[in-house]
């Protein structure tokens, strides 16, 4: 009893804890954002593959409830493939496909030609390190992808919460800031961010996206 008291008020010992404390937290935050961009991508090559079929499947009408079905009955323990949040995820791509918006920051294969044409540009290691829900917030009030690429960048560069994103979003802060939208290093987000947590089911998003057409 009396060593561990001296062990509690020993100064280096109480210094060497606060700082591996502080390296598991931080192991803690990267390991969830890997997992986030891990199902983001995920998500994005849904996308693709939904919008493709989409175009070129003749299975009728229901096939996206079908496919949720399979995907929820395969995967029980995941969140992510009701048939609402397959219709995010094709409108999620839709949205930023259209104008070749992310590109690869350590390799950019979009050739000069193609990245003049798009509206706005954020690196894949910024777009895919955002949680869903706030890309569903985002999605939801943003008709331009100027501005949803503006507040994508905010989130990462502030580790914003979903409540602050909110707030910002409601008291445009784009346009407030003017429509540059300037260059910044990633950083890692602090403990207290909601971007260190583990993807949102989008049953908590209270602002619901435009849906176009379901299947």
């Known amino acids: 009893m009396a060593e561990n008291m001296t062990m509690a008020s020993n100064s280096d010992f109480k210094s060497w804890v606060s700082q591996l404390k502080q390296d ?22 849904m996308g693709a593959d939904i919008c493709e079929k989409q175009k070129s499947a003749s299975w009728g ?8 079905r399979e995907l929820m ?11 609402r949040n397959l219709r995010y995820i094709r409108q999620w791509y839709e949205f930023y496909n259209q104008h070749l918006t992310i590109w690869q920051q350590a390799v ?13 540009q954020i690196s894949e290691d910024v777009f895919f390190s ?13 008709k331009d992808v100027s501005r949803a690429v503006f507040y994508l960048k905010k989130t990462v560069e502030n580790g914003w919460s979903r409540a602050v994103l909110l707030n910002y979003l409601d008291t445009n802060l784009y346009e407030r ?3 540059a939208v300037n260059n910044f290093n990633r950083l890692l987000a602090n403990p207290q961010s909601e971007l260190a947590g583990p993807p949102p089911s989008p049953k908590g998003i209270s602002s619901t996206p435009n849906i176009e057409r379901p299947l």
């Open 177 to 179: 800031q003017g429509k």
């Open 73 to 83: 009955t395969e995967f029980p323990d995941m969140k992510g493939f009701s048939y």
């Open 108 to 120: 950019a294969k979009l050739d000069n030609d193609m990245r003049e044409q798009a509206v706005a």
């Open 130 to 142: 955002v949680p869903w829900g706030h890309h569903l917030y985002i999605i939801s009030q943003c």
């Open 24 to 45: 598991i937290r931080s192991a803690q935050i990267r390991a969830a954002i890997k997992v986030n961009t891990e199902l983001l991508r995920l998500y994005w090559r």
């Open 61 to 68: 009408d229901g096939w996206l409830k079908e496919l949720s």
